[in-house]
């Protein structure tokens, strides 16, 4: 049996259990109807929400796991449990509906029984309300807060009042809270109050669905969101099909628009509903809460409503409604997405991101289960047993899991507004406490990261000691991020005494007994060093070049001008701390401070094009140099060179070539060589030094087009990574590419891991918020390797994780910048020194990985109708500014989209046919400095929170609906007019006449629909255009069905044929005018069907083609032969047949090669009259051969 497939086995056909129950009652049926409904329903919906007040009878009813059912014919209902009757009801009249329902916060469920004249509510004890119903109810349906009721439009039984009465509600009006009233057992009352209230105006005012809360107070009216207002809902043609007592959500289906609606119901404020007019005779909070109900999807074409409609979830739990249209045999789903807003869930539809892969990907909170070992898995390891196996595999779980929670801060980044007194956001984490620690504050900071901020962020520094002060002790961590935090505050102002200070720290152990640390703390002094000269290194500073020399001495440079002066800057606490220095005598460590150097170096002299810096940074050029060096340094150096000449990166193998030197170069592809005379430890310094010279630019073309989904920079980093995954364990074959194999043979497996992930990571960078499918597959591949497919660590599944993140960030609203402190942020957190474990904080510290935040902007732009207030697709075209390297440039989005950055858009223009033209131009000084991306507080902000609001044309429908552009008003009429077959070509056109001079049906209906066209594109003056084409092949039509001959010439051919020719111009690029085209082409094309099929119908026509092509001759015989005449005149000149004598002479050029004469002839006549209809060539082909 194939995966996916199940068999099914018929056991029997399935009866309700009423059946049976009215059998051993033996009662007949009173009205002689085999018509009977029934419904089953979980025990669960009867329960109460608190179960310590049930009754015992009730509970054990209720605890049977088997499905109730709920039997109904005619006036009377039968509830078994099983195959057991629990309860028997009557009621005076037929039941039209029954449904569950929890009325307000009752903690019963009450059944509902919805009769002609009445509304009967059952309780699980049997205690009854019978409600009266002074107007028409057609259909009742259960909600989470409420009973839905609707009602038919102009109620017979309504009894309307003047528009000049008092307002809604009077003070004798005024619902009466449940605490005013006894509750009897058994007790019927009247809406008095309540229906006289709701229906006190006139016919127009009447709401289409109303909400009881509670049997014993009044419904209440519901009202609709238009355009930001509330309004009564008057909603009669939505007829209600499906609603969830779970969710507030209602779908309806409109019968004369053939469209499905999906609707949310939420609470509105009383200050709203009294903003509206509804309730200005008493206060506010006199009323109770109203509800609103809000569009939030709508699906056309169905020609019915939906047979079913039920609700179901994904496998991120995400709920989906689905609509199965039986007849049609298709099921259409729509998925629901949630924000969460101050403790409410508020629904949606999101029309384009679909994350639930990511959701997956990025869950920590779902335990996972661990398979079956396969007949393969111990391949590697023999004698390995299953128990090792697993807990193998259990082990790379954990690890996977542990990483998690960094990658789902990217993707949910401020994708939530709340208080900020809510606290446990988290999801828990299940896993040994002393591996669980810095796992769970990635997850507390990726629970942060959700919040969308409120206010500005500030980073606070530790106070300054002065050197009187005793030392004290703090743990090295903290020290690093109070020096990046130091960094953040000081960001670009280049502050002198500061920079003394970090530079000094950057060459001193961090405090504590914890050595291993010094390294990150190295590192973070050296981030902090150039965040805040960020930029700046150019800058005639005093203490400029000292500061270099004395970085370039950290790095181990040999350029050092005066190193007496080296020391001469260090401060008071430096000296009185001077055995802390990591010397030995006058010689740095430079394993420990060549990282933060090469970082402070790099961010200093960012963007500056600085040739002398960069000469310093050299990258090795001799087999000594390679061993002096360690490889992941020159990855830093390679980075911090291209960052200083950041002008000069460039998306191709040959930029990346150029990073190399000759000497790694050549002695990559001599590896190959078996008569090379290179030996191991040369061969593996020189691999270690391309992987990372590679990995180096990769992240430096990375950071350079941050956030743009640039397709060259994409193809190039995506192609890198594919060729290192083959090189770690062959996966796909790689034709075509020059890059050196055999890699891995002079390599531990560990290094190329890390260059594949960071070059993964950098890729995400540029695609970041895009969700591109195939960076999404490579990344889902790497998540889903294990320890024998690569080496799999806590490092490479952060990376993975947060790659993810990366490219959905802020669930695909957000993207990252190029400005200074973004690729600054961006540095920060692709440091290439990922962590061996969740507590490695060695080198870098793992919670500066969170700090892309800082590099993020929300560049998302939704279009939405301003009609409907729903979220529709439209093209946008996008301009961007000319640069130094780029010229201007203009291409086409689909909403929702992200746009370019601030600095080089120019203008959003809305295009297409069917919204109506819009152009946001920006201002020319945003260009001139490097200004953010607008935020919501911004009174400039031309894109107004990312929602851009848009107007449809009449007559054009949205890309939802139409995709390709067929079902327009128009189009849709010449299809129906013109869209015939051969066979009733030649038919006459079939109306309903009421006299001369009087349209059909079908010119009616043509008429109306051309007026539309003009009238919505602003073009009355087509109006005419349009009529006389119609009109012309209309009695073209007439003509040919033995009609009399109404014009007796074919000028009107030419005109014909020039509008196509025209047409065809402007489709296929040969002719282009800024007003587009001047009549719809699908028009046109539906005219010139219409022709051809006419003049290939008629089958005397074709015998005087014949007698034409043979003799030349013209039809002759009173009115038939001048009938026939026109027609082939027509003919001829419509098809471009040429005259006989033209004809023949090309048939005497065929006619020597009798080889040719044998086939068919319809290449050489089409080769020679190019011009001819293919009708007409292969009709001159069937005389010829004939």
């Known amino acids: 049996m194939s995966l996916g497939v199940r068999h099914l086995t018929l056991l029997g056909e399935f009866k309700p259990f009423g059946l049976i129950a009215e059998n051993l009652d033996g009662k007949p049926v009173d009205n002689g109807t085999d018509d009977y409904d029934y419904f089953l329903f979980d025990p669960q919906v009867v329960r109460e929400r608190d179960e310590a007040g049930a009754s015992e009878a009730s509970a054990s009813a209720f605890s049977d796991r088997s499905d109730h059912e709920l039997f109904i014919r005619g006036n009377r209902i039968i509830w078994t449990t099983g195959a057991r009757v629990f309860k028997r009801f009557t009621l005076p009249s037929p039941v039209i509906k029954a449904c569950w329902c929890r009325l307000g916060n009752m903690a019963e469920a009450l059944l509902c029984f919805l009769q002609v004249d009445s509304l009967t509510i059952y309780n699980t004890s049997g205690e009854v309300v019978s409600i009266p119903l002074p107007c028409t109810i057609t259909s009742i349906w259960s909600l989470p807060f409420g009973l839905l009721l609707q009602q038919t439009a102009y109620s017979p039984t309504n009894i309307p009042f003047p528009s000049s009465s008092p307002p809604l509600f009077g003070a004798r009006d005024i619902p009466r809270h449940r605490r005013e009233i006894s509750h009897s057992p058994q007790h019927s009352f009247g809406f ?49 099909i499906w609603t969830s007592d779970q969710i507030p959500l209602m779908a309806s289906y409109n019968k004369g628009k053939m469209q499905h609606s999906v609707w949310v119901a939420e609470a509105v404020s009383n200050h709203e509903v009294a903003n509206a007019n509804l309730a200005s005779a008493v206060p506010a909070d006199v009323f109770p809460k109203q509800f609103s109900f809000h569009r939030i999807w709508q699906g056309k074409g169905a020609q019915t409503a939906a047979c079913k409609v039920f609700l179901a979830t994904d496998t991120d739990a995400a709920p989906i409604i689905c609509f199965l249209h039986q007849e049609q045999k298709k099921m259409l789903a729509v998925r629901l997405q949630s924000v969460e807003i101050n403790n409410e869930i508020l629904f949606d539809i999101n029309l384009e991101l679909d994350t639930r892969c990511c959701c997956s990907f990025c869950d920590c909170s779902t335990p996972f289960v661990l398979c079956k070992t396969c007949g393969n898995s111990n391949i590697s390891n023999p004698s390995a047993s299953d128990q090792d196996l697993q807990q193998a595999q259990l082990w790379n779980l954990a690890q996977r899991t542990t990483a998690l929670p960094i990658g789902r801060g990217a993707f949910t980044l401020a994708t939530i507004y709340t208080l900020l007194t809510e606290v446990n956001l988290d999801p828990n984490l299940r896993n040994i406490p002393e591996i669980k620690s810095w796992p769970e504050f990635h997850n507390a900071v990726a629970a942060g990261l959700r919040l969308a901020p409120l206010q500005s962020l500030y980073f606070h520094i530790p106070a300054q000691h002065p050197s009187s002060y005793p030392e004290l002790e703090f743990p090295t961590l903290l020290q690093s991020a109070a020096l990046m935090s130091v960094g953040l505050l000081y960001e670009g102002s280049a502050h002198p005494p500061t920079m003394q200070i970090l530079l000094g720290e950057i060459g001193r152990r961090s405090g504590g007994d914890n050595v291993l640390e010094r390294e990150g703390y190295a590192v973070s002094a050296g981030f902090s060093l150039g965040l805040v000269a960020l930029g700046r290194g150019e800058d005639a500073l005093v203490c400029m070049d000292t500061m270099v020399d004395r970085l370039f001495h950290y790095i ?45 170096l790099s961010l200093m002299f960012l963007k500056t094009e600085s040739e002398a810096i960069v000469s310093k940074l050299s990258i090795p050029q001799t087999s000594f140099e390679l061993q002096y060096v360690r490889p992941d340094f020159i990855m830093l150096r390679v980075v911090a060179r291209n960052l200083i000449m950041w002008s000069r990166i460039h998306p191709s193998k040959d930029w990346i070539q150029l990073q190399i030197p000759e000497i790694v170069k050549n002695g990559v592809k001599g590896l190959g060589v078996d008569a090379s005379d290179i030996d191991d430890m040369e061969a593996e310094a020189l691999v270690q030094a391309y992987v990372n010279i590679v990995a180096g630019a990769c992240i430096s073309i990375g950071l350079r087009f941050a956030g743009t989904k640039n397709g060259d920079a994409q193809e190039l980093l995506y192609e890198y990574a594919i060729y290192f995954l083959n090189e770690i364990k062959p996966v796909s074959a790689t034709k075509g590419n020059t890059f050196p194999k055999g890699l891995s043979q002079y390599i531990d497996r560990a290094t190329l891991e890390i260059c594949l992930h960071l070059i993964v990571l950098s890729l995400s960078v540029i695609m970041a918020g895009s969700g591109h499918l195939q960076t999404f597959r490579l990344l889902r591949f790497l998540r889903s390797r294990n320890s024998a ?7 490479s599944q952060m990376a993975v994780s947060l790659a993810i993140g990366f490219l959905f960030l802020g669930g695909g609203m957000r993207t990252f910048s190029t400005s200074n402190s973004s690729v600054a ?29 800082l590099a993020m902007e929300a560049r998302w732009i939704q279009t939405v109708d301003v ?109 129906k007019v013109f869209g015939l077959t051969s066979s009733t070509a030649c038919e006459p056109t079939t109306g309903h006449e009421s006299g001369p001079g009087s349209l059909t049906v079908d010119q009616l209906e043509f008429c ?5 066209e003009c009238v919505s594109k602003d073009r009355p003056a087509l109006l005419q255009v349009y009529l006389s084409l119609y009109t012309t092949v209309a009695s073209m039509a007439d003509q040919v069905s033995s009609g009399p001959v109404v014009f007796g010439d074919s000028l009107f ?50 015998d005087d083609l014949y007698n034409y092509l043979n003799y030349g001759r013209w039809p002759t015989g009173g009115s038939q032969g001048e009938k026939g005449s026109l027609l082939l005149s027509w003919y001829l000149q419509w098809f471009g ?31 020679l009259f190019p011009s001819t209809h293919i009708n007409a060539i292969g009709e001159m082909d069937k005389f010829l051969t004939s």
């Open 192 to 240: 008095q109050g309540a229906f006289d209230s709701i229906f006190r105006g006139d016919i127009g005012s009447m709401c289409s669905h109303l909400i009881l809360k509670d049997p014993l107070e009044e419904p209440q009216l519901t009202y609709i969101e238009e355009r930001g207002k509330l309004n009564i809902m008057k909603e009669f043609d939505e007829r209600t």
């Open 825 to 853: 942020a961006l540095l920060i957190t692709l440091y290439p020194r990922l962590p061996t474990g969740p507590n490695d904080n060695r080198c870098h510290l793992q919670a500066f990985r969170h700090l892309y935040v």
């Open 1053 to 1102: 051919i030419s005109s014909l044929k020039l509008a196509m020719n025209y047409t065809e111009a402007l489709l296929g690029g040969r002719l282009t005018t800024s007003r587009g085209d001047i009549v719809q082409p699908k028009f046109i094309g539906s005219l010139r069907k219409r022709v051809d099929e006419l003049l290939d119908c008629d089958p005397g026509l074709k």
């Open 867 to 975: 009609d409907t207030g729903l979220p529709v697709y439209a093209p946008l075209e996008v301009t961007t500014r000319e640069t130094e390297h780029y010229a201007e440039t203009s291409f086409c989005e689909v909403t929702p989209c992200l746009l370019p950055e601030r600095a080089i858009l120019k203008t959003i223009r809305v295009c297409g046919p069917r919204y109506w033209p819009q152009v946001i131009e920006l201002q020319p000084e945003d260009a001139l400095t490097d200004k953010p991306w607008w935020t919501l507080r911004d009174k400039d902000n031309p894109f107004k929170s990312g929602v851009l609001y848009i107007k449809r044309k009449v007559g054009a429908c949205s890309y939802v609906d139409d995709p390709v552009g067929s079902q327009s008003l128009l189009s849709r009429a010449m299809h």
């Open 1008 to 1012: 109306l629909q051309v007026l539309f």
């Open 556 to 600: 181990g440079g040999k350029e050092v001008r005066n190193e007496q002066s080296l020391f001469s800057t260090l401060s008071t606490g430096d000296q009185s701390r001077g055995a802390a220095q990591m010397m030995d005598g006058t010689v740095v460590n430079i394993d420990v401070t060549a990282p933060g150097a090469t970082i402070a």
């Open 1137 to 1167: 047949v040429p005259a006989p004598f033209v004809m023949k002479a090309a048939v005497e050029k065929i006619k020597p090669k009798p080889k040719l004469m044998s086939s068919s002839l319809i290449p050489f006549l089409r080769l």
């Open 789 to 795: 497919d690569g080496h799999a660590n806590y490092g």
